[in-house]
């Protein structure tokens, strides 16, 4: 364990904000799902199969800046901010570009690509019209997202707090007012549910913006840096960051094949998946925070050529995210009747399936800690994401997807061991991710002189 009380001091620093920002911006995402749920259960099912697809985006975009992070993060250890902006501007460029193609692709096939998620009549017009809107808010959210992100890989960490509580006031307020009609307005149901959601990333990104060219003084930057590449970084990202975004890519259309067979086993489970879920997200945000500052630092001292303490901090953070791993458990476990009672006209049937479903996944919590702190926070941050790439392609498409869907409409098992099966890797991933970090093959210094 490292005794250093500045490494602990600088961990929290860096993942203190990013647990409050991951919070909140849970509870922005979930704000729509539990006021939706007085709707009944065909209503909130549309909805939660549209933010499927919106997690899908959105673990795009994510995996698209924690590719720039490996290169930021050892680049901000050698404090060359020139190479830093011009990642900052390439990033946000990409991430741009793949916002207004995944929204122009949902205005003109909606129910086609909303029917990837769920074949069930009802649910799919339930959630067509929150579908297309909500897409809207996917222009403001990448750039903003892109920002936040990159801010973070040179401990630029407290714009996270102004922008995701600004954005969660705004996002309840105005789903209160939308979905139930308050203040003189007619009650928009869903519509009003998506619209509130792209008020929201609007005025996020506002914040955003205003904090990074005319608040921050850390790294200095002007709006025309945005436009500003460079080609020999851009094969870097390409060779060493691409392989990041790839794999949390891939990972979602994992999920969006988890997904599309939870849609197909009817209203009842995919409401008690939303509730599961969600609360799941809850147990994780503070452990996917603490791999942010994982990644910051290890890639600091990949960066500095330090790499006799990038071993010390990697052997200190496995064993802090397994005691972090069991307390999330065990807060899953304990908040599961609280928090499903936050879904108000829900059928009793759903209400009971999720009682069952979160002690499940509370479990895998545990490995998934674990696994994120080595894969995310390690193994990203010292240059090794094209292994992490790997072991999530083989274990998402030759193990969970196909045991899921055998166990779902092949041996009919019942509903409870088809959702450990769509969790399963999270059970063995944890060992991978240890032996890896035994040798010394994982430590890659990607940095240019």
Known sequence: MVRDKSFYQTLIRLALPAAVQGF?????????????????????????QANSATAFFTAAISGMVSGSSVLIAQYWGRKDERRIRSIFAMVSMLCMAISVAVFAAIQIWPRWLLGRFTDIPGVLDAGLPYFRLVAV?????????????????????????????????????????????????????VTGAALATVISRCVELCIVWWYLFFK???????????LRGDGVLWSDYVKYGMPVGLGDIQWALVGVGKAAIIGRLGSTMIAANTITTGLMELGRVFSSSLTIGACVMIGMTVGA????????????IQILFVCVGCVMALMVFLLRGPYASLYGNISDEARRLANTLIPIGALTLIGTTYHASCFIGINRGAGDSRFVFIVDLLCGWLVVLPL????????????PMVFLCIYIDQCFKWIIAFFRLRGNKWIRNVTRE
């Open 137 to 189: 808010s996917y222009l403001p959210f990448a750039l903003s997202t892109a920002l936040i992100g990159m801010l973070r890989s040179v401990e630029v960490v407290s714009v996270t707090l102004y922008t995701t509580a600004v954005a969660l006031l705004t996002n309840v307020g105005l789903n209160y007012v939308l979905i139930f009609g308050k203040l003189g307005l007619p009650a928009m149901g």
């Open 216 to 226: 921050q003084k850390k790294i200095r930057f002007i709006p025309a840096d945005l």
């Open 24 to 48: 909140i911006s849970l509870l922005v995402n979930q704000a729509d799902t539990v006021m939706v749920s007085s709707l009944g259960d065909a209503t909130l099912a549309g909805v939660a």
């Open 404 to 415: 899921s869907a055998l166990a779902a409409f092949v041996w009919r098992w019942p509903l």
């Open 305 to 316: 050529k330090d790499y006799k303490k990038t071993r010390e901090y990697s052997n200190t």
